[in-house]
């Protein structure tokens, strides 16, 4: 199958500080990519549908201005979290679509 | 949007087959079934997808009855390491992301 990697695979930080994912497809172009976000014991949550060469869709309840999302090329997404806090802390994972919908492994992110 | 109904959880031993249902009693004429599965810090990965009657794979099958309002995935011979979050989702063939729901999914523990 097609393959999604992200990176990087954990990022800690301090509160306030800004923080990029980068989501990328292998050995595949993707006009499209998803962000999700999930919580422990929880399920995926879509934040926001990236676009090669437009703006980003996102969901009811997600900043734009904090969930930063850029998708410059046919295999790179990237996800900026902006001035960080605590609750941001989360497991970022993104996808992309190749026929069907293929995932990467995910960011562990942690805000002190 | 459909939305798909799944056990929370299930056990079961090493060399058992395990049969995973799933209801989705809204699934729309030209949806497509998919089912995943997520280990504790990584993304999902795709298993199988089906539209109807039966598919198979190298690792699962997919059984679909002709009304498609529920689906069952079928692990053979399941071994310690197939304890994961399996998903059943339904939505375009390309996963389009806003017909998907990700719900809880279904935790399956597979015993020695």
């Known amino acids: 199958g097609a393959v999604v990697s992200q990176h990087p695979s954990w990022v800690i930080c301090k509160s306030g500080t800004s923080v990029k994912i980068e989501c990328r497809s292998l050995d595949f172009q993707a006009t499209t990519m998803f962000w999700y976000r999930q919580f422990p014991k929880q399920s995926l949550m879509l934040m926001a549908t990236?676009?090669?060469?437009?703006?980003?869709?996102?969901e009811q309840g997600v900043e734009k201005d904090k969930f930063l999302i850029n998708h410059a090329s046919l295999t790179l997404s990237t996800l900026t979290v902006t001035s960080a806090h605590p609750e941001d802390s989360s497991f970022y994972i993104c996808?992309?679509?190749?026929?069907?919908?293929?995932f990467g492994p995910g960011t562990r992110l942690l805000v002190l | 949007l459909a939305k798909t109904t799944q056990p929370i959880s299930m056990d079961s031993y090493e060399g058992q087959e395990v049969n995973i249902t799933c209801s989705h009693n809204n699934i729309a004429t030209n949806d497509y079934i998919t089912w995943y599965q997520q280990f504790p810090s990584q993304g999902p990965r795709f298993i199988i997808q089906?539209?109807?009657?039966?598919v198979t794979n190298e690792v699962a099958s997919l059984f679909i009855p002709a009304d498609r309002k529920s689906s069952t995935l079928s692990l053979p011979r399941v071994s310690l390491s197939d304890t994961a979050v399996y998903y059943c989702?339904?939505?375009?063939?390309?996963?389009?992301?806003?017909?998907?729901?990700w719900g809880l999914g279904t935790s399956l523990a597979v015993n020695p």
């Open positions: 089906g539209y109807k009657t039966k």
């Open positions: 996808s992309a679509i190749s026929e069907t919908q293929y």
């Open positions: 990236s676009n090669e060469g437009s703006k980003a869709t996102y």
């Open positions: 989702l339904v939505g375009d063939q390309a996963g389009n992301n806003r017909k998907l729901i």
